[in-house]
């Protein structure tokens, strides 16, 4: 039989490293270090940005329900703190089938190439049963999770219905067993914002916005760039709808290479489509990588038209990709936005754009690349995120 620890115990240097292996003891906060399958699946609404490899709070009065989760996933994973609501909470029978449901428009992979299917899918479902009251965050991929807008009928629906966890029973090496739960107390996302940051004890510092995801197997998936669509434009222009490529057009050949510039430590992404090129710099002052991530994810799933700009202290480009006739096929459009100069105009191969992108940022990112200066601008663990990335290791 397990033993059964306080969480200070479970720190005493006089408990051996072998029954630390299999310690079981409750707290009420913290980073979750077991298996997290007898409350999945669930509501997690968490804090968006990470909450660092030093969320281990003590049990505390103050502090209560807010886990971590993802400690045992691997190097590399996006940490976060938030309350789980387990759909088995649910009091309601109808809401309960519908968030279930939903799981047929979960993709399994980091990133698959139907993902406007299964929205639609996803939003027929929810307007079955909800009426349009709960929606998909805008842009979400529903890669690895169900990502939700946080309006007023969602946060009437959890508070109506749902309970969340507020003190587990955690194994260092075995299933979490829930042993505490509470009502949800908030009728709107404000007040959400309000109790979670007054526990955490942050407010003063103002509100830092939330997620809310459902999740129905691996929390891994609930990594940096699924949810940093926030600086991506989805277009109205869709070419394939107007305009078809004439046969007599190739896809253009196309090179990607990044480099850190020594003295300013920028990222240049020198780009070569065709006989046209481009050297885009990548400034630490603004950072736009994980922006550019979302991007060219967006595109492996045929998510397109859509675009982001790049500052670059100074001139800024436009980067654009449009599908055509062709889903193989898509538009590839750089320009300057402060007048308008066309860099790059080419058609090349979706899948070979994407490809050519993916290998050049892990390669760069593996070897290359020098974290210390862009810690200073907040990316001291983008390194560490994109390596962790499964699309971009594989």
Same mark, same amino acid.
Request: include cysteine; hydrophobic fraction near 35%.
């Given at each position: 039989?397990?033993?059964?620890?306080?969480?200070?115990?479970?720190?005493?240097?006089?408990?051996?490293?072998?029954?630390?292996?299999?310690?079981?003891?409750?707290?009420?906060?913290?980073?979750?270090?077991?298996?997290?399958?007898?409350?999945?699946?669930?509501?997690?609404?968490?804090?968006?940005?990470?909450?660092?490899?030093?969320?281990?709070?003590?049990?505390?009065?103050?502090?209560?329900?807010?886990?971590?989760?993802?400690?045992?996933?691997?190097?590399?994973?996006?940490?976060?703190?938030?309350?789980?609501?387990?759909?088995?909470?649910?009091?309601?029978?109808?809401?309960?089938?519908?968030?279930?449901?939903?799981?047929?428009?979960?993709?399994?992979?980091?990133?698959?190439?139907?993902?406007?299917?299964?929205?639609?899918?996803?939003?027929?479902?929810?307007?079955?049963?909800?009426?349009?009251?709960?929606?998909?965050?805008?842009?979400?991929?529903?890669?690895?999770?169900?990502?939700?807008?946080?309006?007023?009928?969602?946060?009437?629906?959890?508070?109506?219905?749902?309970?969340?966890?507020?003190?587990? @029973?955690?194994?260092?090496?075995?299933?979490? #067993? *829930? +042993?505490?739960?509470?009502?949800? %107390?908030?009728? !709107?996302?404000?007040?959400?914002?309000?109790?979670?940051?007054?526990?955490?004890?942050?407010?003063?510092?103002?509100?830092?916005?939330?997620?809310?995801?459902?999740?129905?197997?691996?929390?891994?998936?609930?990594?940096?760039?699924?949810?940093?669509?926030?600086?991506?434009?989805?277009?109205?222009?869709?070419?394939?709808?107007?305009?078809?490529?004439?046969?007599?057009?190739?896809?253009?050949?196309?090179?990607?290479?990044?480099?850190?510039?020594?003295?300013?430590?920028?990222?240049?992404?020198?780009?070569?489509?065709?006989?046209?090129?481009?050297?885009?710099?990548?400034?630490?002052?603004?950072?736009?990588?994980?922006?550019?991530?979302?991007? @060219?994810?967006?595109?492996?799933?045929?998510? #397109? *038209? +859509?675009?982001?700009?790049?500052? %670059?202290?100074? !001139?800024?480009?436009?980067?654009?990709?449009?599908?055509?006739?062709?889903?193989?096929?898509?538009?590839?459009?750089?320009?300057?936005?402060?007048?308008?100069?066309?860099?790059?105009?080419?058609?090349?191969?979706?899948?070979?754009?994407?490809?050519?992108?993916?290998?050049?940022?892990?390669?760069?990112?593996?070897?290359?690349?020098?974290?210390?200066?862009?810690?200073?601008?907040?990316?001291?663990?983008?390194?560490?995120?994109?390596?962790?990335?499964?699309?971009?290791?594989?």
């Amino acid at each position: 039989m397990d033993l059964i620890y306080s969480r200070d115990e479970v720190l005493r240097d006089d408990v051996s490293p072998v029954d630390r292996q299999s310690v079981s003891y409750r707290r009420n906060c913290g980073m979750i270090e077991g298996d997290l399958t007898n409350m999945l699946p669930f509501i997690y609404i968490f804090q968006n940005g990470n909450c660092g490899r030093r969320f281990k709070l003590p049990m505390s009065n103050e502090v209560t329900g807010i886990f971590g989760v993802n400690a045992h996933i691997g190097s590399g994973i996006f940490y976060r703190k938030g309350l789980i609501l387990p759909l088995a909470t649910c009091r309601d029978e109808k809401i309960k089938q519908a968030f279930l449901k939903l799981k047929e428009c979960v993709a399994e992979g980091p990133v698959t190439p139907d993902a406007k299917k299964r929205r639609d899918k996803a939003q027929r479902i929810m307007r079955n049963t909800f009426k349009g009251q709960v929606r998909l965050a805008s842009g979400a991929s529903l890669d690895g999770c169900i990502e939700f807008q946080n309006n007023s009928e969602l946060f009437q629906i959890l508070f109506e219905h749902f309970e969340y966890i507020e003190e587990v @029973l955690d194994n260092t090496n075995g299933q979490v #067993m *829930p +042993v505490k739960y509470r009502p949800f %107390e908030s009728r !709107t996302y404000g007040e959400f914002l309000e109790k979670f940051h007054r526990n955490l004890g942050d407010a003063k510092w103002g509100y830092s916005h939330c997620k809310t995801a459902l999740l129905y197997e691996a929390t891994g998936d609930i990594d940096r760039f699924i949810f940093s669509n926030d600086g991506l434009t989805k277009l109205e222009t869709n070419l394939h709808k107007n305009f078809a490529v004439k046969r007599s057009v190739r896809n253009q050949p196309l090179t990607v290479r990044l480099e850190q510039e020594k003295r300013w430590d920028w990222i240049y992404l020198h780009l070569n489509i065709g006989k046209e090129s481009v050297t885009i710099v990548l400034s630490n002052s603004f950072p736009p990588v994980k922006t550019l991530i979302a991007w @060219l994810k967006s595109i492996a799933r045929g998510d #397109m *038209p +859509v675009r982001f700009d790049i500052e %670059e202290e100074g !001139t800024e480009k436009r980067l654009s990709a449009y599908s055509t006739d062709n889903p193989e096929r898509i538009l590839v459009h750089i320009g300057n936005t402060y007048d308008g100069d066309e860099v790059i105009n080419s058609i090349v191969s979706r899948l070979e754009f994407v490809e050519s992108f993916r290998v050049a940022i892990r390669d760069f990112f593996r070897s290359e690349f020098d974290p210390e200066p862009w810690s200073n601008h907040g990316e001291d663990d983008i390194q560490e995120i994109i390596n962790g990335d499964p699309w971009i290791s594989e």
